[in-house]
T-cell receptor
């Protein structure tokens, strides 16, 4: 597709379970971001990939959260031992950074994965 | 620390009214970007505008206009002659010029346009 694709759109799990959320960015976009949006709040930054490497993971709340992007395209956000407080919409975004390195500033967001931990 | 405040949690107006969404920000950076995003019920964030802190000119795009006042750290968004399709949650955000787009978002303003 032309936009950022996220799966699943909805995930309900039980406390303590492991969850994976997938993001397929716009083709050719080298930068990929994960944000988390709690109910009634604005999105909060989690992690940023430039290519295959996590260039900035300062927003990950704790070591239960991990993300990978092994081939520089699709990314997976992994949450271990889920807690009720992890319930939120997880948004993925991608952007194109030109060869000059200047930040274009425009992120293209997916529709998010709504995670509910019971 | 960076912070964005959208004091209006919800706004409800009748179609064709003009409406202004307020945004106030805090940053120690001397240069930065400011953004507005729209979030319709489908959930994705739709980019509306990016403003560089160097450029204080106001901008108009159709029924949308933005008023950037660096002196008061505000970046307000006005919709003229509102339409039902404008109903959404609107977010103001602050970002750095270089490096990762670690945007700092406000809490959002839910705008409802009634027919």
């Amino acid at each position: 597709g032309a936009g950022v694709s996220q799966t699943p759109s909805n995930k309900v799990t039980e406390k303590g379970k492991y969850v994976e959320l997938r993001c397929d960015p716009i083709s050719g976009h080298t930068a990929l971001y994960w944000y988390r949006q709690s109910l009634g709040q604005g999105p909060e930054f989690l992690i940023y990939f430039q290519g295959t490497g996590a260039a900035d993971d300062s927003g990950l709340p704790n070591d239960r959260f991990f993300a990978v992007r092994p081939e520089g395209s699709v990314s997976t956000l992994k949450i271990q031992r889920t807690e009720r407080g992890d319930s939120a919409v997880y948004l993925c975004a991608s952007s194109l950074i030109p060869s000059g390195g200047a930040n274009t500033g425009e992120l293209f967001f997916g529709e998010g994965s709504r995670l509910t931990v019971l | 620390a960076q912070k964005v405040t959208q004091a209006q949690t919800e706004i409800s107006v009748v179609e064709k009214e003009d409406v202004t969404l307020d945004c106030v920000y805090e940053t120690r950076d001397t240069t930065y970007y400011l953004f507005w995003y729209k979030q319709p019920p489908s959930g994705e964030l739709v980019f509306l505008i990016r403003r560089n802190s160097f450029d204080e000119q106001n901008e108009i795009s159709g029924r949308y206009s933005w008023n950037f006042q660096k002196s008061t750290s505000s970046f307000n968004f006005t919709i003229t002659a509102s339409q039902v399709v404008d109903s959404a949650v609107y977010f103001c955000a602050l970002g750095r010029i270089q490096g990762a787009q670690k945007l700092v978002f406000g809490q959002g303003t839910r705008l409802t346009i009634n027919p």
